[in-house]
Structures are given as C-alpha cells and as structure tokens.
C-alpha cells in the first residue's frame, strides 16, 4: 500500500543520514516563506488586536506586481522586487484607511469581517489583472548549489538568508529598542502611552504597512520559488494564523519560531520512514499545522512563548 | 403566476410549430458547451470549431439543399446548467443533434434527456471514462480517458520502464488517471497523492532520491501544480525520465519550469497546430486558439460526420444513430475514425508530445492499442 524506499546494497545507511538534513534545508525553504507572512502579522495582532484576513491576497499582489515587472514590463529583479514590496506596502496601506481604521475602535472583531469582504475583491481583482493562470517571476533554471549531501539553489539560500536577516532585525527593533518599546507601550496601555507623547495612531499605521511589505515578500518568495496562482491566498493566511497562534499572542518571535517548527514538522511526518516501518501519506502535511495549534494550546493555553509584555 | 405560465406554455407551442424535424426549412444543430466561466476556453474553442464546418457547408449550400441552422446555449462545464441547455434545446427549438457537451459533466447530465427525445448528443471533447455507458445517443469524437492510461502503459511497457513513481493531485481527474493507469499497468514503485494546489513537493522529493525508479509521472490537474513537480524533480538531481498528460501540456508549464521542464514528455490527443492545414485555417479565422486549435477540431469533425448522416438518411434521430453505428470511416482532421457499440471513437490515435528547446514539438504517434 505504503511504498517503501528500496534500499540498494549499502544505501541504507544513507537513507537514514542523508534525508534528515536534505528535510531540514527543506523546512528551510518552507519556513521562511511561513514565517515572513507570520511575523508581520503577530505584530498587527499583537499590537492592534486586529485580524486581517485579506493577508493572503496582499501577499499574491506582492508577488504578481514582482511578476508583472519583470516578466511583462521586462524591469531587472532587484527594481521587480522593490516594486512588489511597495505595491505590497500601497495595498496595505489602503487596507488600513478603508477597511480597519475606521472600524477597529468600535470593535476589534469588526475587521475581521471588513477585511474578509475586502479579501474577496482582491481575489476578483487578482483574477481581472493577472487571469487564472499560474505565474513564475523568474523562468530561467536555478542553479543549484550541493552544500555537503543537501542540494539546495542559489535563488533558496539568498532567500532564506534575506528573511531570517529581516525577521531577526524586526524582532530586535521591536523587543530591544526605544522605538520597540514604543510601540510595546501602545499594545500595553494606549492612553497611557498617549499621555506620554507617543503618536499611537501613526505607529498604528506604521505597523500595518510594515506587516503588509512582509507579506509583499512572502508573496515574491513563493513566485520567484514556485509559482503563484490566484486560489493559494487562504491557504496562507491560515498557515500564518496557525504560526501566531501557537507562539503566543503579540509575541514576533514566537510566531517566527512557530513558523519554521511547523515546516519542519511538516517535512518530518511525509519525509521520515517512521520506525522503519511506513511512510505517512503526503495528504495528511497540511494537517500539521492545526494540529500543531491545538496541541500546543492543550498544553500551554497562552501559546509557547509566554508573551514578554507585562499585563497592564 | 398563472398568466405567466399560460403565456409561456402559448410560446413554447408556437416555437414547436416551427421546429426543424420536419423536411422544410433550416436544420437545427444545438451545441452545448462552457462559454463562460472557468472553463471558458474549451467552449470557445470548441464552438469556434463548430461554426467554421457549418458556415462551410452553408456556403456549399447545405445539406441536400438545406441550410444548417446552429443554436448555441451556455453550459458552464456545470450539469445543471447543462441539463437546462439541453431542456431549451430539446423542447423548444427542437433540434436533431447537439455538439456537446464539453466538459464530461455537461455531457453525463444532458445525455438522459437527449436520450429520451432520441436526440444525438455528440460530444467532441468529455474523456471521462463515465460518458461511455452515458446512452444509446451519446457518441464522442474524442477518446476516452481509459484509453490514454492504456497508450501510456503500452508506451511503458514498450520503453522497457517498469518502475514508475507517481505523484497525484487529489482531484477527481488525477484521481481517475491514477487508478486507470494502475489498473493498466500495475502497481507504483512510489505512489503518494497530495492536496489540491500543492506547490511544495520537497519533501515527497527527498524520499523519491532513495526510491528505483525508471520515470517520473507528474499526475496534477494543471501546469500549476505539474511545472513545480517537475522542477523540484530536477533540483534533486533526478535525471530520470518525466513525464504528464493533457493537464501538463499547456505553454503554462513551460513559463513556469524553463529549462527544467526540459524532455518532459505528454502523451495528449496530436496538437494540430500552425503547420497543419486545419490549425492554420482555424488560426486565421478565429485567432489563436484559447485552450488549442485540436479541440476545435473534434467539434469541426463532430459537425462533419452528423452532416454526413443527416445528408444519407435525412433529419430524423433514430435514422442517424443507425448511421452513426453503422458507419465504416469518417475520415476528419483529426483522423479516420468510427464509433464502437457504446458510442466511443475507435481510430484515434495519441501524440507524444516532447519539451525541445523550450517548446512542445509533437515527435511520433502513441497507438491506442486494443
């Protein structure tokens, strides 16, 4: 039923060293595309409390305007790339004047349904502009690198090397600067950190957009490493929410951790040969992440990181 | 409300006086087919196809005399949509034969009402192996899906390939194509099936690394999830044989993969493309084709073999259909072939069809064998 890998001669041995860490460079990949959607959005969640469902399709508009630079309008990668980001950005930004800014006040459930109407124009809007099909930023071959027993391309170590670089900073702004505990202040206590002089509504909108250009980049990432095709925005969102959910509320580093632990958990269950005995069929990865979730939420309610911000 | 169906009953009398079963006037063609939605370029192209044979036997004057009169509905590629066309078309304005439907659940739910009427409902492109017990009044120019698994097993078999590694897209498609071919050939040396719109195969790429196999076959529903297979296979190192079928062979999956896609092989219906004499005319006239020239062709051929059976035994359902069973050769654009005792097209032969240089060039016939 199961097909089990055939051992040749002395391969089993290899078998057993040499896919770990081919999986591990996998989880690599996988993770860091989760993990640029998850952080920028444990910070909006983190410190507005808002839930933006239309993620998923700012991440697409990242990707297809990167896509309709260079393949369409013939740009170089790196301007294709910078346009994405700020066309990321622009949407986002739009996204918070429209459709949360006006309601998060009230309620802060309320934009969760705002930006789920807003996320189905965009699907529609992704649809008129760049049709049905499925796109490639770059359609050259990549060259691919074999560091040790692990092959991995050229394109995968910059691209993980870039989010892990991004991520960390972020982290750090947030969690070890003036500018961080700024921003910490306003997730704390809003009018107290208003009495203080700071100008929480900017940092607001500054936050939102900064989640939205991570997005724009998760978005690139998955064009530049696999393709994009209209229908893939929800699946996304919900890989990011599982990340910041599992890692504790408003906590950046936790949703990047989560993020990678679920990637390569997903690559373990479908690529290990469990006990020696069978493989799990690969249907059952994208089940990896919610089950992560309710896992960690039955052990440890508040996530896996306790949040490091003070209850007010 | 009862005025409303009163009205409509008067109007649905008077356009039955005027129907086309009689020997005067127009002969009516229906044609079904998605000429919106998702789907929407098989039934342009199909459609397209269908409009070029009857405006050529218009211009050469009909049939005995008779001009044919084409009457085109919507079906969506969704049964219920078709099984409305096929209503409208039957009732009201009573045509003798219907091109149709395209997408195989268009034909399975017209076919019961088109087989009560004694109406012939030729299909020129549903390849469900389903549409083959679908009625007595179903035919199809275009084969099945259970002979591609076939022509695919010989052609293994003829390669000397027996192992074979198999990933499936978890649609009703891929699905079928993966248990035919099983059927056809035997079973996989690694056989994994994956979510719909998968783009991330690392890890099921890992585990093939240490499995033996001679060819890789990319079973997804479209070139977006077909090309990303194909390329992390040739990240791996893998250098084994690839190859996919209709779903793959699409330009989509040459943007996506470029040089990775490179001697991947499609075993599809032949391509019927600029250089053939159909594909430059039917490109001339209509453009370049939405899906391909060669689904214009099967409906161009449908037309052409219901003309030819309304020319010898005149507009009456049940004389057609004897034709249509009787029939030795029908030699069309896209082969010389007849239909077998279920309505099924016998004399079709596949393509295979080879990435060269970035681009899909048609190399030698794949006999269906029988």
New interface residues.
């Given amino acids: 039923m199961l ?1 089990v ?2 051992s ?1 001669g002395s ?1 089993l041995r ?2 057993l060293l ?2 770990p860490v ?2 591990l460079a ?1 989880a690599l ?2 993770g860091s595309l989760a993990a640029l959607i998850a952080g920028g959005l444990a910070l909006v969640y983190g410190v507005l409390g808002v839930f933006n469902m239309a993620l998923g399709q700012l991440t697409l508009i990242g990707g297809y305007t990167a896509w309709w630079l260079h393949q369409v309008a013939h740009m170089s990668v790196l301007f294709s790339v910078i346009g994405g980001l700020l066309c990321g950005a622009l949407m986002t930004w739009i996204t918070f004047e429209v459709f949360v800014r006006p309601f998060y006040k009230h309620h802060r459930f309320l934009p969760l349904v705002t930006t789920i109407a807003w996320s189905m124009i965009l699907d529609g809007f992704i649809l008129l502009a760049f049709e ?5 930023i ?5 060259s ?1 690198i074999s560091l040790g027993s692990v ?1 991995i ?1 050229r394109e995968q170590c910059l691209m993980i090397v870039l989010t892990i670089v991004a991520l960390l900073l972020f982290a750090w702004i947030f969690h070890c600067t003036s500018f961080g505990r700024k921003l910490r202040a306003v997730v704390q206590h809003e009018s107290a950190a208003r009495s203080l002089g700071i100008n929480s509504a900017i940092l607001h909108r500054v936050i939102f957009i900064v989640s939205g250009m991570f997005a724009a980049a998760g978005g690139i990432f ?1 064009g530049i490493d ?2 994009l ?1 209209p ?2 925005a929800f ?1 996304l969102t919900i890989k990011a929410y599982a990340a910041i959910i599992a890692g504790g509320k408003g906590n950046i580093w936790g949703a990047i951790v989560c993020a990678y632990v679920i990637a390569l958990l ?2 373990l269950l ?2 290990i ?1 469990w006990f020696g005995a069978f ?1 799990v ?3 059952y ?2 089940t990896v992440a919610l089950l992560f979730i309710i896992v960690i939420l039955l052990l440890k309610p508040s996530g896996l990181f306790r949040s490091f911000a003070r209850t007010a | 409300m009862r005025t409303f169906f009163a009205l409509s009953s008067l109007l649905a009398l008077s356009l039955t006086a005027c129907g086309g079963a009689g020997d005067e006037g127009p002969i009516k063609l229906g044609y079904i087919g998605p000429l919106t939605g ?1 789907a929407a370029s098989y039934g342009i192209d199909t459609l397209n196809g269908t409009k070029m044979k009857v405006d050529e036997i218009n211009a050469a004057g009909g049939i005995n005399g008779r001009q044919i009169q084409l009457i085109a509905e919507d079906g969506k590629c969704a049964g219920a949509d078709a099984a409305t066309a096929v209503q409208k078309l039957v009732n009201i304005d009573k045509v003798i034969a219907i091109v149709g439907g395209q997408c195989s659940g268009e034909t399975l739910a017209a076919a019961p009402v088109a087989e009560a009427a004694k109406v012939i409902l030729l299909s020129p492109l549903s390849s469900s192996p389903d549409v083959t017990n679908a009625g007595a009044y179903v035919y199809r120019d275009y084969p099945s899906d259970a002979l591609k698994t076939k022509a695919m097993a010989a052609y293994f078999q003829e390669k000397g390939l027996t192992k074979v590694a198999v ?1 499936t897209e ?1 649609t009703d498609f891929a699905q079928g194509f993966r248990a035919s071919l099983k059927k056809d050939f035997g079973d ?8 719909p ?4 195969f ?3 790429m ?2 093939l ?4 196999f001679d060819v890789f076959l990319a079973n997804g529903q ?3 999830t077909i ?2 297979m194909v390329v992390q296979l ?4 893998m250098k084994q044989l690839a190859i996919t079928h209709d779903a793959g062979q699409s330009a ?1 999956t040459l ?6 896609v490179e001697g991947l092989e499609a075993i599809n219906v032949p391509a019927l493309g600029k250089d053939t004499a159909f594909g430059s005319k039917f490109i001339a006239q209509y453009g370049e084709p939405q899906g391909a020239a060669a689904f214009g062709a099967h409906a161009y051929d449908a037309v052409g073999v219901l003309a030819e059976a309304i020319g010898a035994v005149g507009a009456n359902g049940e004389a057609i259909k004897g034709y249509l069973d009787q029939l030795e050769e029908y030699p069309g654009v896209v082969g010389t072939f007849h239909f077998d005792e279920n309505g099924d097209v016998v004399g079709m032969s596949y393509a295979l069809i080879v990435v060269q240089n970035g681009a899909w060039v048609q190399t030698r016939p794949i006999a269906i064998p029988e």
């Fill in positions: 097909p890998a055939q040749r391969a290899g078998v040499l896919s081919q999986l996998n990949i996988a049905e099909r499925p796109r490639s770059l359609s050259e071959a990549k691919m092959l391309s998955i696999q393709n095709s229908t893939l699946s997903e690559q479908v690529g040969h493989y069929p690969a249907g990865q994208q | 998702d990933i978890n996989f040396a690694f056989d994994e099936v994956v979510e719109g998968t783009k991330d690392r890890s099921l890992t585990r690394k240490n499995v033996d479209s070139p977006a090309a990303p040739r990240e791996q190192g989509d943007s996506i993969g470029g040089k990775s």
